[in-house]
Nanobody
Framework: VQLVESGGALVQPGGSLRLSCATS????????MRWYRQAPGKVREWVAI????????TYADSVKGRFTISRDNAKNTVYLQMNSLKPEDTGVYYC?????????WGQGTQVTVSS
């Protein structure tokens, strides 16, 4: 199982970014995918989840209405569109999935929101 995040950058408050997580080694279309983030000095926190068939999504209250998680089953990739970014969104963003009861994580991608 491999998860590779990309798309992180330095962006000004109010800006937008789209993160990608390319996956391989498991049945992507049958797997629930999650995004987490970890700010400096803080514990990792859950951000968003997208389920399999139907693509039902749920978000943390802190990002609801600003972030959108989506998936492309043909490309085995999950995305996180982030709009109206705030300084408190700064952190390393990770995608995650569970395969055969084991947790898998990517290496993370850095998002910095600062003027």
């Amino acid at each position: 199982v491999q998860l590779v995040e990309s798309g992180g950058a330095l962006v000004q408050p109010g800006g937008s970014l789209r993160l990608s997580c390319a996956t391989s080694g498991f049945t992507f279309r049958g797997s629930t995918m999650r995004w987490y983030r970890q700010a400096p000095g803080k514990v990792r926190e859950w951000v968003a989840i997208i389920y399999t068939a139907g693509g039902t999504t749920t978000y943390a209250d802190s990002v609801k209405g600003r972030f959108t998680i989506s998936r492309d089953n043909a490309k085995n990739t999950v995305y996180l569109q982030m709009n109206s970014l705030k300084p408190e969104d700064t952190g390393v963003y990770y995608c995650n999935t569970v395969v055969a009861a084991s947790d898998y994580w990517g290496q993370g991608t850095q998002v910095t929101v600062s003027s």
